[in-house]
T-cell receptor
Framework: DAGITQSPRHKVTETGTPVTLRCHQTENHRYMYWYRQDPGHGLRLIHYSYGVKDTDKGEVSDGYSVSRSKTEDFLLTLESATSSQTSVYFC????????????????FGPGTRLTVT | SQKIEQNSEALNIQEGKTATLTCNYTNYSPAYLQWYRQDPGRGPVFLLLIRENEKEKRKERLKVTFDTTLKQSLFHITASQPADSATYLCALDLTGGGNKLTFGTGTQLKVEL
């Protein structure tokens, strides 16, 4: 978890309320990712970023938006939380060896446990 | 359809034995495959990466094989210890873009004394 923090670590919120999760890195890595992890589904990619203000959708992006205004911060927003978004959310970072080169290993944060009641 | 398959049943083995976990994938030929370890309540931790032109890779007690014909990777832990008990995830890039990973659901390993 070194170099990656997530906040909050735990949150309980009500259906219909907006929620923002924050991922902060000190590694200056170009790529940042948001995943959710649920029993039986494993880790699923929500959104990812390949640079400041450059983001793209993942496998399960509906109901989520992201922003990255600085290299070190990647925000995940649930505009109107639903019970189906109850999950553990992980942020990850990665780097590549150069422009257009593939990224390799990802480093994960400690996770945020979100409960939507 | 499931593109990455890991045995969802937990694997229980005795201390000192070799644990072997399987990762099968379909519909794609990835350039590399990765293995991660995840402990309860924590994020996954990267263990090993193996490229398509590498048949085998080792790191201490860990060994990974990659058979692109069978579309399968095997992950071995030799001389297993109770501290090796965790969930092990395989991951690969299914898009070819080189910047996204798809993870398997993981296999839980329990090493008993």
């Amino acid at each position: 978890d070194a170099g990656i923090t997530q906040s909050p670590r735990h949150k309980v919120t009500e259906t219909g309320t907006p929620v923002t999760l924050r991922c902060h890195q000190t590694e200056n890595h170009r790529y940042m990712y948001w995943y959710r992890q649920d029993p039986g589904h494993g880790l699923r990619l929500i959104h990812y970023s390949y640079g400041v203000k450059d983001t793209d959708k993942g496998e399960v992006s509906d109901g989520y938006s992201v922003s990255r205004s600085k290299t070190e911060d990647f925000l995940l927003t649930l505009e109107s939380a639903t019970s189906s978004q109850t999950s553990v959310y992980f942020c990850a970072i990665s780097e590549s060896s150069g422009q257009g080169a593939p990224v390799y290993e990802q480093y994960f944060g400690p996770g945020t446990r979100l409960t939507v009641t | 359809s499931q593109k990455i398959e890991q045995n969802s049943e937990a694997l229980n083995i005795q201390e000192g034995k070799t644990a072997t976990l399987t990762c099968n994938y379909t519909n794609y030929s990835p350039a590399y495959l990765q293995w991660y370890r995840q402990d309860p309540g924590r994020g996954p931790v990267f263990l090993l990466l193996i490229r398509e032109n590498e048949k085998e890779k080792r790191k201490e007690r860990l060994k990974v094989t990659f058979d692109t014909t069978l579309k399968q990777s095997l992950f071995h832990i030799t001389a297993s210890q109770p501290a090796d008990s965790a969930t092990y995830l395989c991951a690969l890039d299914l898009t070819g873009g080189g910047n996204k990973l798809t993870f398997g659901t993981g296999t839980q390993l329990k090493v008993e004394l």
